[in-house]
């Protein structure tokens, strides 16, 4: 990530609604920006720009004041309201939009909000153009300043048939020759985007569904359920007998399962059963796999033994994806449960992610904890996520440097410590591996304590 960036993280921009910069006046400069840019990049004297958002209260305050920047610079506005990231990834793209614009904060509680964007291929925007429309935004800066007048100002409609158009997209990545039926499932949707969608896909696909986490209010987004919580699913699964447990976060771009014992399969699980089958049938392009820094050591050795390489990003699923776009890879993701399968999408999509391994439980007949059990093992991690008040870089840091040093000096080449800063959170994240889990849990909390101390000074 070019740490250059004022507004932009990892995922966009992102923070507490109404505090900058997530404020109506931030919103409106980049709808005006956006347009700008995406006039000048397509073309198009009218750019089309799709808004969507997720179920936050807040929502509606920043989706009026985009579209009332693009509408100011002349752009048209195609308002899709409540659908998962990725659904607004893939009406951009299919709707020939030039740019999508999504209102969410992710996993993040339901005060925060954020704004991430897609160009017109769907994909999320490189560092270079969030820098320009930054330029844009914080000192006016790169373009003329003209608005047009009269009827040159622009509009926005609202796409009544963007949800059904991204269910029919995802069923289409089922295998046609196999079906849900038989198989009981619960959902859960956290409350957040993909309260609609994801119910309407497993069942349209003839799976027998428990539904949690669809009565969002717009302050229940993540709130104790979905893929942040995903033990309330699981004891869902265990009281119905379900086979599988679905859980997805407020966007509904990373997914955590529950196999049918109540156990969470997470990400780097899903990569090492998805890469097993897609090697045994000649579909991993590369025999590659894409995941960061995060992801266990486990799954590196997992995939060698399949005959098959790892390759680590940067944090953050863009990441991933601008890797896998730049060597032809069909496989990426993040522990977290950002799944990303290109040969379907552009970006993560926790429903098209189950839908996957779904396809692989039909067709192998065998449960999920069957699959998962023996695909990897697990080398001991420890992953503390704390806020903070304030961010020095960790290299300026001489207390904690040496907290890690020593560390990594005890661990050798048995282990690995990871510290960073959260790109859409006040948080600093702690990552240790080694051989034994107390040990490794004594290391990380060291690390924290130590950070924690020099940040207050």
């Known amino acids: 990530m070019n740490a250059k960036r004022k507004l932009f993280g990892t995922d966009g921009i992102r923070g507490p609604a109404n505090v900058h910069p997530m404020t109506g006046e931030v919103a409106m400069a980049l709808g005006r920006a956006l347009t700008h840019v995406a006039r000048k990049k397509g073309g198009r004297k009218s750019p089309r720009i799709v808004i969507g958002k997720d179920t936050r209260v807040s929502g509606y305050m920043l989706e009026t004041a985009i579209a009332s920047g693009i509408c100011s610079m002349g752009g048209e506005?195609?308002?899709?309201?409540?659908?998962?990231?990725p659904g607004i990834s893939f009406i951009t793209s299919s709707m020939r939009a030039d740019a999508g614009v999504v209102i969410?904060?992710?996993?993040?509680?339901?005060?925060?909000?954020?704004?991430?964007?897609?160009?017109?291929?769907?994909?999320?925007?490189p560092d270079d153009v969030e820098l320009?429309?930054?330029?844009?935004?914080?000192?006016?800066?790169?373009?003329?300043?003209?608005?047009p007048v009269g009827d040159a100002i622009g509009k926005a409609v609202r796409i009544d048939d963007a949800l059904g158009r991204y269910i029919v997209e995802l069923k289409?990545?089922?295998?046609?020759?196999?079906?849900?039926?038989?198989?009981?499932?619960?959902?859960?949707?956290?409350?957040?985007?993909?309260?609609?969608?994801?119910?309407?896909?497993?069942?349209?696909?003839?799976?027998?569904?428990?539904?949690?986490?669809?009565?969002?209010?717009?302050?229940?987004?993540?709130?104790?359920?979905?893929?942040?919580?995903?033990?309330?699913?699981?004891?869902?699964?265990?009281?119905?007998?379900?086979?599988?447990?679905?859980?997805?976060?407020?966007?509904?771009?990373?997914?955590?399962?529950?196999?049918?014992?109540?156990?969470?399969?997470?990400?780097?699980?899903?990569?090492?059963?998805?890469?097993?089958?897609?090697?045994?049938?000649?579909?991993?392009?590369?025999?590659t796999v894409v995941t960061t820094v995060m992801s266990n050591l486990g799954l590196d050795k997992a995939i060698r033994k399949l005959g098959g390489h790892v390759v680590r990003t940067a944090v953050g699923d863009r990441y991933v994806v601008e890797e896998m776009r730049k060597n032809n890879f069909n496989l990426g993701g993040e522990?977290?449960?950002?799944?990303?399968?290109?040969?379907?999408?552009?970006?993560?999509?926790?429903?098209?992610?189950?839908?996957?391994?779904?396809?692989?439980?039909?067709?192998?007949?065998?449960?999920?904890?069957?699959?998962?059990?023996?695909?990897?093992?697990?080398i001991p991690q420890c992953l503390l996520s704390f806020r903070v008040a304030k961010r020095v870089p960790i290299a300026e840091c001489p207390k904690t440097m040496k907290a890690i040093q020593k560390v990594e000096k005890?661990?050798?080449?048995?282990?690995?410590?990871?510290?960073?800063?959260?790109?859409?959170?006040?948080?600093?994240?702690?990552?240790?591996?080694?051989?034994?889990q107390d040990d490794i849990d004594n290391y990380a909390e060291e690390i924290k304590q130590t950070l924690v101390k020099e940040l207050k000074n």
């Open 335 to 378: 522990q977290s449960g950002h799944l990303i399968f290109s040969d379907h999408s552009t970006t993560g999509d926790g429903i098209l992610a189950a839908l996957q391994i779904l396809a692989i439980m039909v067709k192998e007949k065998k449960p999920l904890s069957e699959l998962a059990e023996g695909i990897m093992k697990r």
């Open 132 to 147: 320009e429309l930054e330029k844009i935004i914080l000192k006016n800066a790169g373009w003329n300043g003209h608005t």
């Open 77 to 85: 506005v195609m308002l899709v309201g409540p659908l998962p990231t």
């Open 410 to 436: 005890i661990l050798g080449d048995n282990g690995r410590v990871f510290v960073r800063y959260s790109g859409t959170e006040a948080k600093a994240r702690v990552l240790v591996e080694g051989p034994v």
């Open 104 to 125: 969410s904060a992710s996993h993040n509680p339901y005060n925060d909000n954020g704004i991430k964007l897609f160009w017109s291929d769907g994909f999320k925007l």
């Open 172 to 287: 289409h990545t089922f295998p046609k020759d196999q079906t849900l039926e038989g198989i009981k499932m619960v959902v859960d949707c956290a409350n957040g985007a993909a309260y609609k969608a994801a119910p309407a896909v497993f069942e349209e696909l003839g799976a027998s569904l428990t539904s949690i986490g669809t009565t969002p209010n717009g302050s229940n987004i993540n709130d104790n359920c979905g893929a942040l919580h995903p033990e309330k699913a699981a004891i869902k699964v265990l009281e119905l007998g379900a086979h599988v447990g679905i859980t997805l976060d407020g966007d509904a771009d990373r997914l955590i399962l529950i196999d049918e014992k109540g156990q969470v399969v997470d990400g780097d699980a899903v990569m090492a059963l998805c890469a097993s089958h897609m090697i045994k049938e000649k579909t991993l392009n590369k025999k």
